[in-house]
């Protein structure tokens, strides 16, 4: 059983975040490069409004322009994840495994498919139903008529150098939607976005959630996860 070592970094800026995160995935590299055993991280956070564009996404469906990006007070960087646009705010639980898939399995398509698989057990908790929507990745929920399109709970974005992950998961605790208005999220159009609290119709205790996501972590990869 491998062991993951997590940290709650709080509400952090994206990029401190970002390049706290490239720091452990150099440390790992260092690591591997000698022979050494490599550590597995998990980081937990909250981000101040940022929008963040994937290498292989398009400014495009960012609807704002720049007097208008710069006027709204939202950051937006462009990074090195996979996937397209989304939005980080306070109220979305972001996770990053910072793992050596060496220790686990060097597949980033089943790796991307555990992820998912995470969320849609922790919905499960909440009695909600998560779904996989073919060619593309993250989770959704689906409306209960048919004429209506499902809604995106939570979206993912990974980069490897290695065989170590960075970036990850940005789950729809009980953020303001309304950010999600100004572009079109991963790219997709004709889409809805919704949060936990959306789905139960009442407010849900963010630490509850944090604690249900350490715990699903830790069955789907089968590690023991330890703070540091």
């Not at 440390?27 to 991280?41: E, G, L």
């Not at 996979?82 to 898939?101: E, K, R, S």
Request: aromatic letters at 12%; one cysteine or more.
């Amino acid at each position: 059983m491998n062991t993951v070592y997590f940290k709650n970094w709080g509400l952090i800026d994206f990029k401190a975040a970002w390049e706290r995160q490239e720091s452990l995935l150099d440390s790992i590299i260092k690591d591997k490069r000698q022979n050494k055993p490599t550590k597995n991280y998990l980081i937990f956070c909250q981000h101040s409004h940022v929008y963040t564009l994937g290498k292989s996404g398009n400014k495009k469906n960012l609807l704002l322009n720049d007097f208008e990006l710069k006027s709204s007070g939202v950051d937006y960087y462009k990074i090195n994840r996979g996937g397209d646009i989304t939005y980080h705010g306070p109220g979305q639980l972001v996770i990053y495994p910072i793992f050596d898939l060496d220790n686990f399995f060097t597949d980033i398509h089943k790796y991307l498919r555990f992820l998912e698989d995470i969320v849609i057990n922790v919905l499960k908790k909440f009695l909600i139903t998560g779904i996989r929507i073919s060619g593309s990745t993250g989770v959704w929920v689906p409306n209960k008529e048919k004429n209506l399109t499902h809604r995106k709970i939570c979206a993912m974005g990974v980069r490897a150098s290695r065989w170590v992950t960075m970036h990850g998961i940005a789950f729809n605790v009980d953020p303001d939607l309304s950010y999600f208005n100004n572009i079109i999220p991963c790219g997709i159009q004709n889409k809805g976005v919704t949060s936990l609290k959306n789905e139960l119709d009442k407010n849900v205790s963010f630490e509850k959630v944090e604690e249900i996501f350490k715990s699903e972590f830790s069955k789907v990869f089968k590690t023991l996860i330890i703070d540091y």
